[in-house]
C-alpha cells in the first residue's frame, strides 16, 4: 500500500510518501514485511525547470539486514504540462546502502478526479 501527500506553496512544493509492502510468509525465507518512506521538495526556476531534493528511508529486508537511507539532488524539466522528463543522483546515508546511485525517469500525471468530474 502506497500512501503520497503533496502541498504546492507557490515556487515551493513538499511532498511525502509511506509505502508498507507485506512480502509473505514463504517457507525458508527470512523476509519481513517493509515500511518505506520519504519527503520530497521541488523549487520551480522556470516554468520549465526545477530542482529536487529527497530522502527516503526502508526497513531492513529481512531479519538481521539493516535499514536503509539515502538521499537524492536532481531536476525536472517540463516537456509539456505533462509527461515531465526528471534525473537526480545521490547516495546512501548509511554504510549499508548503496554508495553511488541515480535515476532518470518520465513521469506523467494525470488528475484522476478531474476524469470522473466530467
Do not use: C
Request: overall charge positive; cysteine-free.
Amino acid at each position: 500500500m502506497l500512501l503520497i501527500g503533496a502541498k504546492s506553496l507557490a515556487v515551493l512544493a513538499v511532498h511525502a510518501n509511506l509505502d508498507y509492502t507485506i512480502d509473505g510468509n514463504l517457507a525458508g525465507a527470512k523476509l519481513r514485511n517493509r515500511l518505506r518512506g520519504g519527503s520530497a521538495m521541488e523549487w520551480a526556476l522556470a516554468p520549465q525547470w526545477s530542482i529536487v531534493g529527497e530522502i527516503t528511508g526502508a526497513s531492513r529486508a529481512e531479519i538481521g539486514g539493516k535499514n536503509e537511507a539515502d538521499f537524492q539532488l536532481g531536476a525536472r524539466y517540463a516537456l509539456q504540462p505533462t509527461p515531465v522528463l526528471d534525473f537526480a543522483a545521490g547516495r546512501s546515508l548509511r554504510a549499508s546502502g548503496t554508495t553511488v546511485q541515480g535515476t532518470v525517469g518520465l513521469t506523467w500525471t494525470i488528475d484522476v478526479f478531474k476524469l470522473f468530474r466530467r
